[in-house]
């Protein structure tokens, strides 16, 4: 297991209030299990983290692509900063191996889990932005996201995952995709949807958001990274 230490040096941060680490780590079942536990889980500051996030984003394309319209920056925000994209950096800088879970989570794939991970970078955004502020979340994020941003544009990967699916599938199968809801966690105010996304009855993709639209894009967007692994149509991506 990765230390916190070993952790803070994948981030290139290190944290005056190392509290604001630990709470930005925690998730709500761990303290399900440990109710005595003195912080709270990240759920404030995740959604701290996510306004300090689309603002550090907005700053960072608005300079390096200065030429760009703003319909397009919007669609390479999304992005950026949609629950896949957070998730494979969190898991990049190993954020899994130091949540802080309950059993049950953990024992059940609580530290692969997207929504954990996405959650968890988010929180720990909003955690530097109070340990040091908006200078040292910028500092942490655009080393990642600057590359990004730019394989974003050279595959195109900000269009919309549902449209160009469709238009692949009606050309090359004759049919049109069809997404359905196949599993709905957390309670109501946080809630994870799964969505699957199928063609004449055979599943092409899967994906999970915050919404049933954000879980049907990113379904969408694994089933052009399966027809691309085919050699069957170019990639392509959506905004969430």
């Not at 303290?31 to 306004?51: M, Q, Y």
């Not at 703003?70 to 994209?85: D, F, H, I, K």
């Not at 340990?131 to 050279?154: C, K, N, S, T, W």
Request: hydrophobic share 40%; glycine share 8%.
């Amino acid at each position: 297991m990765t230390s916190l230490e070993q952790f803070q040096d994948a981030l290139g941060f290190r944290f005056n209030d190392r509290s604001l680490l630990q709470r930005a780590l925690t998730h709500r079942s761990y303290l399900n299990e440990n109710p005595d536990d003195a912080l709270e889980d990240n759920e404030r500051l995740e959604f701290l983290g996510d306004a300090v996030l689309d603002l550090v984003t907005t700053v960072l394309l608005y300079h390096r692509y200065p030429e760009m319209r703003e319909g397009r920056m919007t669609s390479l925000r999304a992005a950026l900063v949609r629950t896949e994209t957070l998730a494979r950096l969190a898991s990049y800088l190993g954020a899994g191996d130091v949540l802080r879970l309950g059993r049950g989570e953990a024992e059940h794939g609580g530290r692969d889990r997207q929504a954990n991970l996405c959650a968890a970078l988010e929180a720990i955004v909003g955690a530097i932005y109070l340990d040091q502020g908006i200078e040292a979340v910028r500092r942490m994020i655009e080393p990642h996201f600057v590359p990004a941003a730019d394989a974003i544009l050279a595959r195109e990967l900000d269009r919309d995952a549902k449209s160009v699916l469709q238009e692949w599938s009606q050309a090359e199968l004759g049919h049109t995709p069809s997404y359905s809801t196949t599993r709905t966690e957390g309670p109501d105010h946080d809630r994870t949807f799964t969505v699957q996304v199928t063609v004449d009855g055979v599943a092409w993709g899967e994906g999970t958001g915050r919404s049933k639209q954000l879980a049907a894009q990113a379904a969408a967007r694994s089933a052009l990274e399966r027809v691309t692994r085919e050699g069957q149509a170019p990639a392509a991506g959506g905004k969430a």
